[in-house]
């Protein structure tokens, strides 16, 4: 069996949107389209159907949404629920699709005690460790929008000068601008919600034993990413 996506649409710019986000980068859905009002019966069956992939902590439209099937005997059907969900599904598959090489981030302060951060600028270098509130870039503003507060481990990595890669993608036919060492996938239309004052978040899932946020969001020009997470 081969992977299966599957978009559960309603009539509007952002199920659109969605389906030629998915199309344009090879993981064309089947379309299930959704009327107004069946959404909460839509919702239901997406619940029984898979695990949610995508909390959707700042309570998006839960449509346009996706369900995948990896086509991996034993492995779980996912769901994606909004727009954002559909984007950071797509994220992953294009990190996945060239490696998925970033690297992961260890000897990290326990948040809670001090409420320290590690911070890494371009290049991946550390460049400072202390307290939230004296980071060079403002991780507590983005962090205090999610509805989680206890987290265990906290982030931030400048990316680089939005402007660069804003030319990058405009050069290259709209495809999304990729930074491998920190898995960073921006598309287009990220652009213009960041310059807007608006973080974009890039991953949002959570159980009772976990929960992973990753945001982007711009500080004097340059793109940050925060991450934050608590596992138990």
Excluded at 159 to 173: A, K, R, T, V, Y
Aim: hydrophobic residues 35%; glycine residues 8%; negative net charge.
């Amino acid at each position: 069996m081969s992977k299966k996506v599957s978009l559960f649409s309603l009539d509007d710019e952002w199920s659109k949107h969605a389906f030629q986000l998915l199309d344009v980068n090879l993981l064309t859905p089947e379309v299930i389209n959704v009327d107004e009002k069946d959404k909460g019966q839509a919702l239901e069956s997406l619940g029984r159907l898979g695990s949610p992939a995508f909390a959707n902590s700042f309570k998006e439209p839960d449509f346009p949404a996706v369900l995948v099937e990896s086509g991996v005997r034993g492995e779980p059907r996912l769901t994606y629920i909004s727009l954002s969900g559909i984007q950071s599904y797509i994220r992953q598959e294009i990190l996945k699709e060239i490696g998925n090489r970033h690297i992961t981030r260890k000897d990290l302060p326990y948040f809670p005690e001090k409420r320290n951060v590690v911070c890494y600028g371009e290049g991946g270098k550390e460049h400072f460790r202390g307290p939230i509130s004296k980071a060079p870039y403002n991780l507590e503003k983005c962090l205090s929008k999610h509805d989680f507060s206890s987290w265990h481990e906290v982030t931030g990595s400048n990316i680089g000068w939005l402007g660069d890669m804003e030319e990058e993608i405009s050069q290259s036919n709209g495809k999304p601008f990729l930074d491998l060492l920190d898995g960073v996938v921006l598309f287009k239309d990220d652009i213009k919600r960041l310059k807007a004052g608006e973080q974009v978040v890039t991953l949002d899932s959570r159980s009772i034993y976990h929960v992973n946020y990753e945001a982007l969001f711009l500080n004097e020009g340059d793109l940050i990413k925060l991450h934050a997470s608590m596992m138990d």
